[in-house]
């Protein structure tokens, strides 16, 4: 989901996981819980068709609610030290099966050691996408170690998504 990047940096420095267990007047396909230390906190997507259709509404509705009780004292954060190289920033859109998580898509892109962060930011289902896919778009932050063979680390990000996930590069 585009949305869960907003709840992870409301969450950091937690790790944020998802289910599909969602509440019934969320959209079944584009909703989720949110997960932290494998207890719920809330949850995020778009509101149910129907109820959009109840209160003739003709635009899709994204809600979310976090129970922020779970942040107060007791809570212990880490920080990792700000490298003072600039970090190398990309963006990329894939096409996946449209049954595949953006969360899914998220933890493979992290497989890749030079990969800092993963954020997704768009969601294209349209004319020149496949009936079955989806394209969603990414940016992606290296570590700036990379920065002299970023192309090399494109290709090999784009070879480990296409045989973990079927994941083709949108052009």
Known sequence: ????????????????????????????????SVILDQKSVGYIGELHPDILINRKIDKPVVVAEINLDYFKAGRRYSYKKIDKLLSIKKDISLIVDKAIYTQKIIDAICEIKSVRTAIPFDLYQGKSIPEDKKSVTFNIVFDNRVKDDIQNEL?????????????????
Do not use: Q
């Open 1 to 32: 989901m585009i949305f869960k990047g907003v709840i992870e940096l409301i969450c950091a420095p937690e790790t944020v996981e998802v289910s599909a267990d969602v509440p019934a007047f969320l959209h079944p396909a584009r909703s989720a």
């Open 155 to 171: 290709n090999k990000l784009a070879d480990h998504l296409e045989k973990r996930l079927g994941a083709k590069l949108r052009r």
